[in-house]
Nanobody
Framework: QVQLVESGGGLVQAGGSLSLSCAAS????????MGWFRQAPGKEREFVAA????????YYANSVKGRFTISRDNAKNTVYLQMNSLKLEDTAVYYC???????????????WGQGTQVTVSS
């Protein structure tokens, strides 16, 4: 089992920045690809970003490419999501996820965090 706990959500004005963190515990963190998803009210959960085990490769949804950056620190068992140039449509609950492969991290992660709310205001 892998336990994931997100932090860093909050209220920010459009155009601003926010950084999310996800602390992992349980099995060896570096064995897992990590990712972020989000779910806006009335919408399905959608993929946002993913990063490989060692952090050498990243993958982003088109809607956030160039604005969001995913990174990880395996020594701290933590994955991050830096969000810049935030838009109203970025408002959602953001979830951290872990998976045994990069294919699964974008489609069907093995583990989920409880989520953290991000609200972008005008």
């Amino acid at each position: 089992q892998v336990q994931l706990v997100e932090s860093g959500g909050g209220l920010v004005q459009a155009g601003g920045s926010l950084s999310l963190s996800c602390a992992a515990s349980g099995r060896t963190f570096s064995n897992y690809a990590m990712g972020w998803f989000r779910q806006a009210p009335g919408k399905e959960r959608e993929f946002v970003a993913a990063i490989t085990w060692g952090g050498s490769s990243t993958y982003y949804a088109n809607s956030v490419k160039g604005r969001f950056t995913i990174s990880r620190d395996n020594a701290k068992n933590t994955v991050y999501l830096q969000m810049n140039s935030l838009k109203l449509e970025d408002t959602a609950v953001y979830y951290c996820a872990a998976a045994v492969s990069m294919v699964k991290i974008t489609t069907a992660p093995n583990y989920w965090g409880q989520g953290t709310q991000v609200t972008v205001s005008s």
